[in-house]
């Protein structure tokens, strides 16, 4: 009887469910892995898009729904939710041109940002006059800090240079300080898709969430915790209070991970 189905051969292709097509993303090749050349180490790098950095980096934030201001915004919250001290010293190490900078004054009494790329800190200067500003490493005192933000700094240093990084910038801190590294998570397809269309992102080698843990404690630092954050984006914005709750789901966009300097 013919009941008006369409016959299996004539029907049109199966359109992948939303399960499949993120195993797709997922099982791409990591963008850009490769350094830049080394006539542009790091601080110069940045010192080129230095004028164009917040719109590239709002560019890059399209897909969330969110500008730039609500993602700083919600770094200041998990600090506040984990007890940094507000009236205690905050050095933002790896500030750019002073996005998260120009949030933390908001909230913490004395900021010190520090930024190498010299065409970034003038524009941070400019930008954030609250705060102190630093251009090299040994102008920031030894055990002077409470509380040291890296925000998306890490993913562009060399692999083999980064457990060296994270002793000098501990040296900075207190005994009992710690450091709160915000990363982007290369289990999030999404975040990858950011990454690669992110011109100055294009030096980037994403850290895995099973290499954060190794990489802090071979540094010297007590790991306190490793949170998954940032799921939910604008459209879905009624569910973000859940996302504390969260933390233990491999997909958020961006890793937090809380990290104490044992003296």
Sequence with gaps: MDDGA??????????????????????????VLQRPPMDSPGPLKFDAYADQYRELMETSLKASGENAEYFSEYKLNCLRRFGAPLGEPLVDFGAGTGAVT???????????????????????????????CAGAEQALPPSHFSTAVCSGVLHHVPVAERRDLLVRLRSKLRPGGRL???????????TRRA???????????????????????????????????????????????????????VFGAQTLSVLRNPG
Aim: hydrophobic share 45%; with cysteine.
């Design 195 to 249: 990454v690669a269309a992110c011109p100055f992102d294009d030096d980037a080698i994403l850290l895995w969430p099973w290499q954060l843990r190794p990489l802090f404690r071979s540094a010297g630092f007590e790991v306190q915790r490793i949170d998954y954050i940032v799921f939910f984006p604008r459209i879905l914005g009624m569910l973000r209070p859940l996302e504390p709750r969260l933390r233990r789901v």
């Design 102 to 132: 120009e949030v933390l004054v908001r909230a913490f009494r004395d900021v010190t940002a520090y930024e190498p790329s010299q065409a970034s800190l003038e524009h941070l200067r400019r930008r954030v006059p609250a705060a102190k």
């Design 180 to 190: 709160f590294v915000f990363e982007h998570n290369p289990l999030n397809p999404l």
């Design 6 to 31: 369409v016959p299996p051969e004539e029907a049109g292709p199966t359109r992948p469910s939303v399960v499949d097509r993120v195993a797709m993303v997922c099982q791409s090749p990591m963008p």
